[in-house]
Structure formats: structure tokens, C-alpha cells
């Protein structure tokens, strides 16, 4: 690391404290110059025009998913933040640091992989460090550190990827179902838990993807933080205090279900729907609040000296400047200069460089699917409108085949033009099979000779999974632009890789499951399934395009 020295910035007034006020005992306190706002201004503008694709899609999620619907709140509080600081901050010579154009190059250069791939998270996470490099071009090491974790802060409004916001709500779910469902139970109430299905007797009630707290977790994650970097306390303590929230907001959202459950058990199903269900929610997040402040000031009680949460807690306003401070104006760093000019020309780049679009490759639509093959006769079925809203599929084949013993398969692909832009991912059978009850009691990749492109080995995921009496076998595979894909994180990667390189972000899932008849054996669903794959996987191509 390297920062300017003030007599290697440019000046704009002379800015060398006098040797009177250092002798003399008295406070100097640094001024921007109007230059200084001006440049301000001009790097807001510039870091727009570089990431407004990203910028543009990070707030329409803020819109669009209730889980972020806090972002919008998230540069106020950093601003407040760090205009708290502001006391701190005048003290302080802004020397610059020429660590701050690296990480605007650094940022640019995620700019331009984010344009190549069309994967707006990085453009996102770009722009982070693209404004942390202007921040530190500014201020020098020694400043940027005072608002640092208020910076930091910002990072919390960047939504995750929608795959990751899946799994996590899927996991979620079961953890948040099968709590309620104590919960119930401890009111001497019967109750039987199918996979996210509470069922009463008289009423079912389905712990949606909405139930499954992240609408709690990430605004009160966010809070949590926060509240940890203003608790003044030890730093085990205030790590105590952020990563709290995880499970404060799992076992409140557990409660919440299982309170829902009681009242629909007594008064009927108009409990766990409209305005009653909001509501609930809302008190909700505020007991997890009210939680999350009695717990800082249990943490006060082991602390010495003891204070009151009011004392620990410092949302206090600036100090005033003391009577008889020096005024100096601040001097404009070198590296401020250079990373504004990094950052222009990746604007310009960004913004007079033909857009690229993705790719679509022309492939057959799943209609026109054979449904008689070899013996096997098809029943087309479709997903509800609920199951498309969260799929987002593009075309998709759903049907049940039966073989010349009237035994049954499920035969399902599904399939989108793009993925990894916006929230369009392909799900996971290992991540939805538990939320229909099922249990993963087998899984482990099989790889079936002969049947993948051009005859050769096909890696398939095998899982054999249960509900009660029932069992089922499954294979499935992601088929991602010619490859055949096991692994969910793979497919990122190739998403990432792909965009860059092929301007292709297509692919799908293919997947089959065969139910275990009275009699068979697991080995006997196997075989009747690898029969049933060898039969169909030739006749994918040209829907599944290479």
C-alpha cells in the first residue's frame, strides 16, 4: 500500500497546518474545497453511466422480491452512517492512496466480465469496488477506515443469486415447518407434516416459498449488522449480536407457522389468509427486533463496566467543531485524478460499445414431443400456474409414460432460453424433492454407458427417495449447452464461462422418476429406469440443443 503525501497532492490553497497551531495545542479542522464536491458529483456520474445495467436490475429486485424490498433503504443508512463519522473524518487530512485506482481497474475489468457473461451480480459487486476505490483514491488509508463498515453496509443491497435465494428458502421451509409443527403439537393439537404440507385433518395449509423467513432474515441480517457496529462492546459481542439474527429469524418464523396452525385449528382457515396473515407477519419482525435489543443488554450484564444499553448503543450525532479550531482546506490526490479517469474511460467502453445480446439457439418446441416410443405410451400433463411463476420456464415437457406392463415413469425436462440473468436459474430436484415430504435416502452420480452425445458415458445423479410406504427412484441431469452436467455449482461456472465465450446461456434439466411397485426391488425400479433413459435420450436431440 502506498498513500500520497499531502505535499504530493495538487493544491488548491495553501494547506500545511502552521507551526503556531501544532505548537499552540490547537484542533485543525480539514474543509473540502467546492473542486473537491465538484469531483464528487462528477465520479456519482461516471459510476452510473459505467453499471447502470446492474443498478437498473439490483432495484428492480428491490421491487420485485419482498425479501429486498429493504434496499431501498440501505444508502440512506450508510449515508447517516458515515455523516456520523463526520467529526472523525475533519480531523483527518485526505491524503489519497493509489490503492484506490487498483481497485477502480480491478472493478472495471469485473465491469467488462459482467458484460461479456450478461450476469448482472458481478456488474453489481463491480460497482462495489469500483466506489470503494474512489472512496480510498480520496480519503487515503487512514480516513477510508474510519467508514469503512459503514461502506461495508452497502454490500448487504446487493441480492444474492436466485439460486442461492432458493436453496436457502427451500431449506428454510422444512427447518421453519417442522418447528411449527412442534409448536402445534405442544398445544396438544394432532398434526402430520408432509414435506411443507402441515395437515390438520380438516384444513392443509402449505408453508409457501413466502413462509419460509427470508423476507425476515435479510432485512433483519442487515438490522443485525448495523446494530453490531454501533453496540460499543467487545468485538465477541457484537459478532454474537450479527450472527444471532440466523437463528432469531428461524425460530420466530417457526413460531409465527405454528401460531397460524393453532388459530386455523380453532377458528378456521380465514386465520392463515389476507390481511390476519400480514399482520402476523409484521408483528413478527418486530418481536425479532425487540429480541435482538433485550439481547444486547443481556450481553451488557458481562461486561464491565456496566453500562445501559443507552450508553453502549452510540447513535449519537457529530461533535461540533471546538471553539478556536483552524480551518485548512483540503488538497485534491493524484490518485482521486487518475481513478476518475479510469472510471471515465470504462464509462465511455461501457456505454459506445455495442450491447451484446445472448444467444437463442433454435431448437424443437417440447410439443411436438413423441408420446409413442418403443412401447412406451405418454399422458402429457402441465404444471400449474403457481409452479411456472416460480420456474420461469420457457418450454417444458411433462408426462407419464407407461411401458407394455403398465408400469410408470415420469418423464420431465425443463428448459430456458437464458439463465443467470435477473431470477432465472434452473432448480434442483435434490433441493425440491424434500419440500414434497420425500426423503433423500440414497444419492450418489451413476453413469449409464452408451447413452450420452455420440454413444458415449452419461453422468446421471441417482437418488432414491421416500414418503412413508413410498418409494421412487430418480435420475437427472442438467444438460448446459452440449455438456451433461451433475453438479449445481458446475453450472454456474459454465453459465458465467459460456455467456463470455458463446454468448449462450441456454440449458435445462432432464429428469426421470420411477415409482417402486409392489414386489420390485430397488435393482428392478433401476433397470426399468435405465431401459426407459436409453429409449428417450436419443430422442432429445434438436430440443436439447449442443
Not at 93 to 110: D, K, Y
Not at 120 to 138: D, I, K, R
Not at 324 to 352: K, M, Q
Request: with cysteine; hydrophobic share 50%.
Amino acid at each position: 500500500m502506498s498513500a500520497m503525501s499531502p505535499s504530493s497532492s495538487l493544491p488548491l490553497t495553501g494547506s500545511a497546518p502552521d507551526a503556531s497551531a501544532a505548537t499552540s495545542g490547537s484542533v485543525v479542522v480539514w474543509r473540502q474545497p467546492f473542486l473537491v464536491w465538484l469531483l464528487l458529483v462528477v465520479g456519482a456520474g461516471l459510476l452510473y453511466a459505467a453499471f447502470h445495467t446492474g443498478l437498473h436490475a439490483m432495484v428492480r429486485v428491490w421491487g420485485d422480491l419482498e425479501e429486498y424490498s429493504f434496499g431501498y433503504m440501505v444508502p440512506a443508512i450508510t449515508a447517516f452512517l458515515i455523516w456520523q463519522r463526520k467529526d472523525k473524518l475533519e480531523r483527518l487530512p485526505f491524503e489519497g492512496s493509489w490503492l484506490g485506482p487498483a481497485a477502480v481497474v480491478a472493478g472495471t475489468f469485473l465491469l467488462m466480465l459482467a458484460n461479456l457473461s450478461t450476469v448482472t451480480v458481478v456488474e453489481q459487486y463491480a460497482f462495489l469496488l469500483t466506489l470503494f476505490g474512489l472512496v480510498l483514491a480520496l480519503t487515503g488509508w487512514t480516513a477510508f477506515r474510519v467508514i469503512l463498515v459503514p461502506l461495508c453496509i452497502l454490500m448487504f443491497m446487493i441480492p444474492l443469486p436466485f439460486f442461492m435465494i432458493n436453496q436457502l428458502s427451500e431449506v428454510l421451509q422444512l427447518i421453519s415447518s417442522e418447528l411449527g409443527v412442534m409448536v402445534i403439537r405442544a398445544c396438544d393439537i394432532s398434526v402430520f407434516l408432509d414435506g411443507n404440507v402441515i395437515d390438520l385433518g380438516v384444513y392443509k395449509l402449505q408453508v409457501a416459498d413466502a413462509c419460509s423467513g427470508l423476507r425476515y432474515l435479510f432485512p433483519l441480517m442487515t438490522l443485525g449488522f448495523i446494530a453490531a457496529y454501533l453496540f460499543n462492546a467487545p468485538l465477541w459481542q457484537r459478532v454474537v449480536v450479527f450472527l444471532s439474527t440466523i437463528p432469531l429469524t428461524v425460530g420466530m418464523n417457526s413460531l409465527r407457522i405454528g401460531i397460524i396452525g393453532v388459530t386455523v385449528n380453532i377458528w378456521g382457515i380465514q386465520m392463515a389468509e389476507g390481511f390476519l396473515h400480514f399482520f402476523e407477519g409484521w408483528i413478527i419482525f418486530m418481536a425479532c427486533m425487540l429480541l435482538l435489543l433485550a439481547e444486547m443488554w443481556l450481553l451488557l450484564k458481562f461486561a464491565r463496566p456496566r453500562r445501559t444499553l443507552r450508553e453502549a448503543f452510540v447513535l449519537e450525532p457529530p461533535a461540533p467543531v471546538p471553539p478556536g479550531a483552524i480551518e485548512r482546506e483540503r488538497t485534491v490526490p493524484r490518485a482521486l485524478w487518475v481513478a476518475l479517469g479510469l472510471l471515465a474511460l470504462a464509462a465511455v467502453a461501457n456505454n459506445f460499445t455495442p450491447s451484446r445480446e445472448l444467444v437463442k439457439p433454435e431448437r424443437k418446441d417440447f410439443l411436438d414431443f413423441p408420446l409413442t416410443v418403443e412401447g412406451y405410451r405418454g399422458q402429457r400433463e402441465r404444471l400449474s400456474s403457481a409452479e411456472l411463476d416460480v420456474l420461469k420456464l420457457d418450454d417444458y415437457l411433462y408426462a407419464n409414460f407407461r411401458d407394455r406392463q403398465n408400469q410408470s415413469i415420469n418423464f420431465y425436462v425443463a428448459w430456458h432460453d437464458i439463465q443467470g440473468r435477473g431470477t432465472v436459474s434452473t432448480h434442483s430436484p435434490r433441493s425440491c424433492m424434500p419440500g414434497g415430504g420425500w426423503n433423500i435416502t440414497e444419492f450418489d452420480e451413476k453413469v449409464l454407458e452408451g447413452m450420452g452425445p455420440g454413444g458415449g458415458p452419461l453422468p446421471v445423479n441417482r437418488a432414491v427417495i421416500k414418503k412413508g410406504e413410498q418409494a421412487q427412484v430418480v435420475y437427472y441431469w442438467f444438460h448446459q449447452r452440449g455438456r451433461t452436467l451433475t453438479n449445481e455449482f458446475a453450472i454456474k461456472w459454465f453459465i458465467f464461462y459460456d455467456g463470455m465465450t458463446r454468448q449462450r446461456t441456454d440449458g435445462g434439466l432432464v429428469r426421470f422418476v420411477a415409482p417402486m411397485q409392489p414386489g420390485e426391488s430397488i435393482e428392478d425400479v433401476d433397470r426399468r429406469l435405465t431401459d426407459f433413459v436409453r429409449v428417450m435420450t436419443p430422442r432429445l436431440q434438436g430440443y436439447l440443443p449442443d
